[in-house]
């Protein structure tokens, strides 16, 4: 089992930044990648970043240059940086983890949500 929880979330004008948090508890050692979506009203939730086990990430094109996503395993935490942001980047924001089954000590392959966060940008 894993437990995801958002924070850093709020309002912000266009141009501005925010970080958000991504807090993971339980078996966080089965965890291989850890990821951002996000939903705006009307809207298909999408992926915004995504972060493997090793490191290696992946952005949709709308963020690209714009927004940074991090880990720090020692805290079991996930992180975004978003930097110049614009009105359509408004939504509730997702943290997101999949658990890989790992032969002696990960039997179970599952993904996890938070409930997640909202950012609002003003124009």
């Known amino acids: 089992q894993v437990q995801l929880v958002e924070s850093g979330g709020g309002l912000v004008q266009a141009g501005g930044s925010l970080r958000l948090s991504c807090a993971a508890s339980?078996?966080?050692?089965?965890?291989?990648?850890m990821g951002w979506y996000r939903q705006a009203p009307g809207k298909e939730r999408e992926l915004v970043a995504a972060?493997?086990?090793?490191?290696?990430?992946n952005y949709a094109d709308s963020v690209k240059g714009r927004f940074t996503i991090s880990r720090d395993n020692a805290k079991n935490t996930l992180y975004l940086q978003m930097n110049s942001l614009k009105p359509e980047d408004t939504a509730v924001y997702y943290c997101?983890?999949?658990?890989?089954?790992?032969?002696?000590?990960?039997?179970?392959?599952?993904?996890?949500w938070g409930k997640g966060t909202l950012v609002t940008v003003s124009s």
């Open positions: 972060i493997t086990s090793g490191g290696s990430t």
């Open positions: 997101h983890s999949v658990s890989t089954v790992v032969p002696g000590m990960c039997d179970y392959g599952m993904d996890y």
């Open positions: 339980g078996d966080t050692i089965c965890i291989s990648a």
